[in-house]
């Protein structure tokens, strides 16, 4: 982006400066030369990272790795709360046992490569399901493309739960390999 001062350009739209007003298409037909003189400076947009491992694509606000118990600004528990409809005219969000947590990154990364194992697994599923019910051999190749893709979720699994930062989980993600 073009920027004049605090003051940035955008192509296609005029600007004044100096109480000279520019046309819309100054930038474009200007040299650099001519941006130069006026104080006109090339500014890169700022690097956005990923947001599935970054808060607002800041890498100085990475997301957090480990799930967290969630509690009331008074140290105390929360739980998930349900509705109760006992009655009707005066429904209520009641606690349950059940903690409330908040899923940290390995958590999530977990339950996507276990989705999508499944997804892969699912198409060959009733190979699986002939074998059971009428003892009809699975192919070979079937059989070795289920195991792979078993042996690559399992994979991904324990070098995800083992990671100690945001980056490590960002090149074992990038690692992927289902063979397809």
Do not use: C
């Amino acid at each position: 982006m073009y920027k004049l001062g605090n003051l940035t350009l955008r192509i296609g739209r005029g600007f004044t400066h100096a109480e000279v007003q520019y046309p819309s298409n100054w930038l474009q037909l200007s040299t650099e030369a001519d941006r130069t003189a006026l104080g006109i400076a090339w500014e890169a947009d700022p690097v956005r990272h990923d947001d599935r491992y970054y808060w607002d694509g800041n890498i100085n606000n990475p997301k957090a790795l480990e799930d967290k118990l969630e509690t009331k600004e008074d140290g105390t528990p929360l739980y998930v709360q349900v509705l109760d409809n006992t009655d009707p005219e005066n429904p209520v969000m009641v606690d349950t046992d059940e903690r409330l947590v908040t899923k940290g990154l390995k958590s999530n990364m977990i339950a996507q490569v276990k989705d999508t194992a499944g997804k892969l697994l699912a198409t060959t599923d009733w190979y699986v399901t002939r074998k059971v019910e009428r003892n009809v051999d699975i192919p070979t190749d079937v059989a070795s493309k289920r195991a792979a893709i078993v042996a690559e979720s399992e994979r991904l699994e324990t070098a995800i739960a083992g990671v100690d930062s945001v980056e490590a989980l960002i090149e074992v993600m990038n690692s992927q390999n289902w063979g397809e």
